[in-house]
């Protein structure tokens, strides 16, 4: 009974902020791997950030400089910090965390920045 659930999607205008959330219920253990992915109308999911269980970080070439992810081990909580954004940005943002050989899968806040 895993559950990922994300939050703080919304509105923005270009050059604003905007932190996302993400919740896991039901995961006895520490994950191997926390990540950030997005997903554009007609374009493929990728990759945005990820953090290992020992906070080594790797982030898109796109969002370098500008999003940050980071835990929080007693919220059992993931966050994306985006500053700078881009309407470029635009897109589902989903929560993925990998525990043992596991993937799992949030249904995703939606992230929409105008111009």
């Known amino acids: 009974q895993v559950q990922l659930v994300e939050s703080g999607g919304g509105l923005v205008q270009a050059g604003g902020s905007l932190r996302l959330s993400c919740v896991a219920s039901g995961i006895s253990f520490s994950p191997n791997s926390m990540a950030w992915y997005r997903q554009a109308p007609g374009e493929q999911r990728e990759l945005v950030a990820a953090m290992t269980f020992s906070g080594r970080t790797n982030y898109a070439d796109s969002v370098k400089g500008r999003f940050t992810i980071s835990r929080d081990s007693f919220k059992n909580t993931v966050y994306l910090q985006m500053n700078s954004l881009k309407p470029e940005d635009t897109g589902a943002y989903f929560c993925?965390?990998?525990?043992?050989?596991?993937?799992?899968w949030g249904q995703g806040t939606q992230v929409t920045v105008s111009s």
């Open positions: 993925n965390w990998l525990v043992i050989t596991n993937n799992y």
